[in-house]
């Protein structure tokens, strides 16, 4: 099974982070591939939610979080139609999320991929990795930007170069 993974210090501390990550209906936050979130489980918050994830282009997208551990780790995985089944097929993704100090958090987002056939198998070794390092990074810098930077209040000094 192929996985990769990027990460990220984010300047927020972890239980802000987790806020966002978990509010699934507001997932559109820190993902941009989707354009809007509804629920399929009666059920909103925690592990076996699922939602219906709604692309720009029309496309939807079943989840459901098959794992929870505030505020640490979420993972979600999509749901399929048992005879749905791809050379690559996307099994699950997940934050991890470790706390750097108070105000800062290492966050890891992971991607899992199950192959199937020689061909699967050989684009999952050869490719797909990379391939989803790239969407990983762009999920990541999406999520950072949802927390603005702190700067500091008042005008900042520069430094002066010196003399000899």
């Keep these: 099974m192929p996985a990769t993974s990027a990460s990220r210090l984010i ?16 997932a559109r ?9 509804e629920y399929v489980s009666k059920q909103t918050h925690g592990p076996d939610t699922e939602f219906l994830a ?23 995985t999509p749901v399929r139609d048992e005879t749905e089944r791809y050379g690559i097929t996307l099994e699950s993704q997940a934050f991890r999320l470790q706390p750097e100090g108070e105000e800062a958090t290492r966050v890891e987002l992971i991607a899992r991929a199950s192959t199937h056939g020689i ?9 797909w990795r990379g391939y989803q390092k790239q969407g990983l990074n762009a999920a ?9 930077s702190k700067e500091l209040d008042g005008p ?3 430094a002066t ?4």
């Design 161 to 164: 170069p010196a003399t000899d």
């Design 119 to 127: 061909r699967g198998w050989v684009l999952g070794l050869l490719f």
């Design 29 to 37: 936050r820190w993902n941009a591939a989707w354009s809007s979130v």
């Design 54 to 76: 709604r692309t720009d282009e029309g496309k939807a997208f079943q989840f459901v979080i098959s794992a929870w551990v505030a505020p640490e780790y979420i993972e979600f």
């Design 11 to 26: 300047m927020a501390p972890q239980r802000e982070i987790w806020g966002l990550l978990s509010d699934i209906g507001n």
């Design 156 to 158: 900042r000094e520069e």
């Design 140 to 148: 990541l810098e999406r999520l950072e930007a949802a927390f603005p």
